[in-house]
Nanobody
């Protein structure tokens, strides 16, 4: 079993930057593809991007391209989401997730964190 815990959320102003972390425990996630998602109440959870096992390959949704960067530290068993030029429409609960395999997919994630709230004020 893998437990994922996101931290780093909070209230920021439009244009600010924020880095979210996702710490894994229970076992190493060094063999898992890791992903970031977000969800606004009343809407479907949105895929933001994923990173390969080694960290040398990433895939981003259009909404994340250019402003969000995903990275991982397999020694620390931690995933990161660096967000810049934040907009009010980025306000959401942000989740990290892990899945077995090598493909950077938008679905099929087996383990999820509890989420961290990011609120961007205008």
């Amino acid at each position: 079993q893998v437990q994922l815990v996101e931290t780093g959320g909070g209230l920021v102003q439009a244009g600010d930057s924020l880095r979210l972390s996702c710490a894994a425990s229970g076992r190493t996630v060094g063999s898992d593809v890791l992903g970031w998602f977000r969800q606004v109440p009343g809407k479907e959870r949105e895929f933001l991007g994923a990173i390969s096992v080694s960290g040398d390959s990433t895939r981003y949704a259009d909404s994340a391209k250019g402003r969000f960067t995903i990275s991982r530290d397999n020694v620390k068993n931690t995933l990161y989401l660096q967000m810049s030029s934040l907009k009010p429409e980025d306000t959401a609960v942000y989740y990290c997730a892990a899945r077995r395999g090598r493909l950077l997919l938008e679905s099929g994630y087996e383990y999820w964190g509890q989420g961290t709230q990011v609120t961007v004020s205008a």
